[in-house]
């Protein structure tokens, strides 16, 4: 099984700020299997980016994806009160695993 | 637009089984391009994949789960089904459908990234 650890646990910012969460892979992942979610509370993930670096429909440019291996980041730059939420990685690699999310808040 | 909605019990006796139903509206859960999936969250915790079905009946288990576990699917109704025999106190979650893309590998279809969620229903194991 491929275990992702995602750093930082919690992610506290200003709105403005840019946020980096990383998301590290046991063994190497291609770049086409890793996607990240988004999770506000009391509702159902959305789906942000897949492939490492696409973004899904809808998702405006703010998000964006890097890294291959298994060293990935999602990257929201000009933080907004809306982007208060758990942040998951997934790879689909072999029998898919997500990692533990990170929580991103707005201070 | 297509939606998935879950359905069934809030409350399982230990020991008992565990069945949920996807409705899938606004497309066809004949078509090829997706599998249909299972995925839980423990209260306050992160993500679990369970499993996930294709059209022409090829079914993926999580390896941890794989014994207590079955999918199936209904193409009549249009929906998908999960069964969690044995069920425990560790059951209890908030049980997610969702459709993932499907990716060709080699000569394979198999399942990528979850584009599309249900909205979830909390399931209580408890006597």
């Known amino acids: 099984e491929i275990v992702l650890t995602q750093s930082p646990g919690t992610l506290s910012l200003s709105r403005g700020e840019r946020a980096t969460l990383s998301c590290r892979a046991s063994?190497?992942?291609?770049?086409?299997?890793l996607a990240w979610y988004q999770q506000k509370a009391g509702q159902a993930p959305r789906l942000l980016i897949y492939g490492a670096s696409s973004r899904a429909i809808g998702i405006p440019d703010r998000f964006s994806g890097s890294g291959s291996g298994t060293d990935f980041t999602l990257t929201i730059i000009r933080l907004e009160p809306e982007d208060s939420a758990v942040y998951y990685c997934?790879?689909?690699?072999?029998?898919?695993?997500f990692g533990g999310g990170t929580k991103v808040e707005i201070k | 637009q297509v939606q998935l909605q879950e359905s069934g019990p809030g409350l399982v006796r230990p020991s008992q089984t565990l069945h949920l139903t996807c409705i899938v509206s606004?497309?066809?859960?004949?078509?090829?391009?997706?599998?249909w999936s299972w995925i839980r969250q423990r209260p306050g915790k992160g993500l679990e994949w369970i499993g996930n079905i294709y059209y022409n009946g090829n079914i993926n288990y999580n390896p941890s789960l794989r014994r207590r576990v079955a999918i199936s699917l209904d193409t009549s109704r249009n929906q998908f089904s999960l069964k969690v025999t044995s069920v425990t106190a560790a059951d209890t979650a908030i049980y997610y459908c969702a459709r993932a893309q499907g990716g060709v590998r080699g000569v394979i279809i198999t399942a990528t990234h979850f584009d599309l969620w249900g909205q979830g229903t909390l399931v209580t194991v408890s006597a």
């Open positions: 997934h790879q689909y690699g072999s029998s898919p695993t």
């Open positions: 063994q190497s992942v291609s770049s086409f299997d």
């Open positions: 606004g497309d066809s859960i004949r078509t090829g391009a997706y599998y």
